[in-house]
């Protein structure tokens, strides 16, 4: 998705109104966007600023803006569970994902994970993305082509305990239910150093993955949670929402290291920290 200033035939659009109700997009020479609301006409809509008011045929007041990331991963068709905004960004800061990066990951789902990686990769990286069911790998494929990123992912059916074609990847994000199974095989298709993150709902998943990890030659390992409070944003009454987004998951990272026979590196693997 390229940002611009103003409003293109082709662009991802967000129409917001007054209840901060949204829709998203494609904006398209002649067709028209319909709701209870009213008719808006995507041609009086192309060449307007972002940001811009716009109303329908009915006068029902809107705001065209171009989505971000989380908006389009919030409003994403989907069949599985997909990962929360607070917890992708720390992800991808967490594992260094980076423009021109050779990126991998196992469990595609509905391709949250995957449009994320695709967009901090750019258009001169790479996203290898694994998954065992057909019907899933579709919606997904769908998804990125929707916000024009399928073509920097390389979508891959099978089941990963076969292992991975690839080696020397960058970063490796893991996102099945039974991580500690497929240690050897992420190693495997890892570079030396490369970075590592999974994300497990339980504490005994944490566990067995913590001892596959330790027999694997990862250290660096950190286990943690994301916590998302949001505040009123009415000056005159800030407070904490009434709900949160609490647990989510936990989230695991480390790197795959080199040892030697120096039992002081050695220990690294037998090193975790624990975060809140």
């Known amino acids: 998705m390229i940002f611009s200033s103003q409003a293109r035939d082709g662009d991802l659009a967000q129409l917001v109104g007054l209840t901060h109700k949204h829709f998203i997009f494609t904006l398209k020479a002649g ?11 995507h041609d009086d809509l192309i060449g307007k600023p972002w940001g811009s008011q716009v109303y329908s045929h009915m006068g029902a007041p809107f705001f065209l803006l171009q989505p971000s990331i989380a908006d389009l991963l919030n409003d994403l068709p989907r069949t599985t ?35 994320a990686l695709a967009t901090a990769v750019g258009p001169d990286g790479q996203v290898i993305s694994y998954e065992q069911k057909q019907d899933t790998q579709n919606l997904a494929r769908k998804n990125l082509e929707r916000v024009g990123l399928a073509s920097r ?4 059916l099978r089941d990963i305990k076969m292992g991975f074609d690839e080696t020397d990847a960058d970063a490796f994000f893991l996102d099945v239910q039974n991580p500690y199974d497929y240690i050897p095989q992420v190693r495997a ?6 970075f590592f993150a999974t994300i497990l709902p ?20 950190e286990v943690c949670e994301v916590l998302l409070r949001f505040y009123k944003s009415d000056p005159n009454r800030v407070r904490p929402t009434d709900r949160m987004v609490a647990h989510t998951g936990f989230l695991m990272f480390a790197r795959r290291i080199e040892p030697s026979s120096d039992p002081r590196g050695l220990e690294l693997e037998n090193e975790v920290s624990v975060e809140q």
């Open 153 to 156: 992912v390389d979508f891959k």
């Open 81 to 115: 569970q997909i990962l929360y905004p607070k917890d992708i960004g720390y992800i991808l800061v967490m594992m260094g994902v980076a423009p021109g990066q050779r990126v991998m990951e196992a469990g595609t789902g509905s391709g949250s994970m995957t449009i």
């Open 189 to 194: 298709a890892l570079k030396p150093g490369g």
């Open 31 to 41: 067709a028209d966007f319909q709701s209870h609301r009213g008719v808006l006409k």
């Open 202 to 221: 339980t504490f005994n998943q944490v566990e067995k993955t913590l001892n596959a990890m330790k027999l694997n030659k990862f250290a660096f390992v």
